[in-house]
């Protein structure tokens, strides 16, 4: 037996033996492991997903051109002061299809050809959200309507839902459409394959969520020279949102910042119209290139400014229509962006006149506005 002293205190030689031996093997078989892996093909997901989408249910009695929009009448008979009007979102209901929406593909592309990237464009800081949201819009729609969309899948990666292979490609077969999401833009092609026109938002530095992506297919008299990279506050300042400092300022504020992506919220609008444009109202507005937000018109110097007129008095109920607003937000799981997607539906007025009940709700809500709300909702018509 050999020993040499540590301090006062002999060792024996022989008892430093075994743990040595115990740690140059464990090392071992680390490195080992590792060679293992760095040449093994891998046939799961590298990490693991902490949330994952509730699987969807298939919606087989759809039709495209049998099954009729919703008739959403969300409004209340009194308007007293503006509030976060959410409910939550059933897991089936992100995106609803009607017989209408051929009509709204036809709308956006025709839009996207003759505005290009002035209806759709996505921040640096936003790339990933988009991709992220093309996605999960592929998975959602090619599950809840199978007879409307096919989907096709890389083989290299499991990225896509449920460990599957991201999606590659999406089609529309009835509607003649087809896009190659390794080739378009993502953001683009999330806003062609459904009715909804979509908004990314993103907590910036200042702590406060900005608007980083849009596509507006539908406008509904929207730009996005005048919304991308502001703040939910600055846009809904120089929107001129009536009451929003006072009312409604603090609690969307705390809404969003409470949004969990398990927990997805929808809400409606309700509105009024003199046009049933879709996107820009040329004939309340003037022409879209010419408009300023700041005068509510077309702008000095334009081609319009001074010429153009808004239309006159409407006398006749034939002349109106009722416009309504299905919003759905949602928080996306691996970015942390918000989804702020507004499917917009446009309506006679004298066919929602004839309907029990809504023309007595509906002068009361009118009558119910302050001069401010009044003021707002006929300069938006």
Same mark, same amino acid.
């Given at each position: 037996m050999s020993f040499f002293y540590v301090g006062k205190f002999p060792v024996d030689q022989d008892q430093l033996y075994l743990p040595f031996a115990l740690l140059l093997a464990t090392l071992a078989a680390l490195a080992l492991? /590792?060679?293992?892996? $760095?040449? $093994? #093909?891998?046939? /799961?997901?590298?990490? $693991? =997903?902490?949330?994952?989408?509730?699987?969807p249910e298939p919606d087989l009695n759809f039709d495209l051109e049998k099954t009729e929009p919703p008739r959403f009448r969300a409004f209340r008979y009194h308007y007293k002061r503006h509030i976060v009007d959410v409910r939550k979102l059933d897991k089936d209901s992100w995106v609803m299809l009607d017989n209408e929406w051929p009509m709204y593909h036809r709308i956006k592309v025709q839009r996207l050809a003759d505005?290009?990237?002035? #209806? =759709?464009?996505?921040?640096?800081? $936003?790339?990933?959200?988009?991709?992220?949201?093309?996605?999960d819009l592929c998975e959602f729609?090619?599950?809840?309507?199978?007879? =409307?969309?096919? #989907?096709?899948?890389s083989e290299k990666d499991y990225l896509g839902w449920y460990g599957l292979g991201s999606v590659v490609s999406v089609g529309m077969p009835s509607l003649g459409a087809f896009y190659d999401l390794t080739k378009e833009d993502p953001l683009t092609v999330a806003g062609l394959i459904q009715p909804a026109d979509l908004n990314i938002l993103m907590m910036g530095e200042d702590g406060q969520y900005h608007l980083v992506a849009m596509m507006l297919g539908i406008g509904g008299g929207q730009r996005i020279k005048d919304k991308l990279g502001n703040s939910l506050a600055d846009l809904h300042f120089s929107g001129h949102v009536p009451h929003y400092a006072d009312q409604l300022q603090r609690p969307l504020d705390r809404f969003l910042a409470k949004l969990q992506v398990e927990a997805p919220f929808h809400r409606n609008t309700t509105g009024i119209s003199t046009h049933d444009a879709f996107h820009w109202p040329t004939v309340t507005m003037g022409p879209e290139d010419d408009w300023d937000p700041e005068i509510q018109g077309p702008g000095v110097g334009t081609p319009s400014y001074?010429?153009?007129?808004?239309?006159?008095? #409407?006398?006749?109920?034939s002349q109106l229509w009722f416009r309504q607003e299905r919003q759905v937000l949602r928080r996306l799981p691996k970015s942390r962006a918000i989804v702020w997607c507004v499917h917009t539906y446009v309506e006679p007025m004298d066919v929602v006149a004839r309907e029990p009940g809504i023309p007595g709700r509906l002068a009361s809500l009118v009558r119910s506005w302050d001069p401010i709300m009044a003021k707002y909702t006929q300069g938006s018509a």
């Open positions: 492991l /590792k060679q293992l892996k $760095a040449n $093994a #093909i891998i046939d /799961k997901p590298p990490v $693991a =997903v902490s949330w994952q989408y509730p699987e505005r290009g990237n002035k #209806i =759709v464009q996505t921040m640096p800081q $936003a790339r990933e959200a988009a991709w992220e949201l093309c996605q729609l090619a599950r809840r309507y199978p007879q =409307v969309y096919n #989907i096709r899948r001074g010429t153009w007129k808004p239309q006159g008095p #409407i006398s006749d109920i």
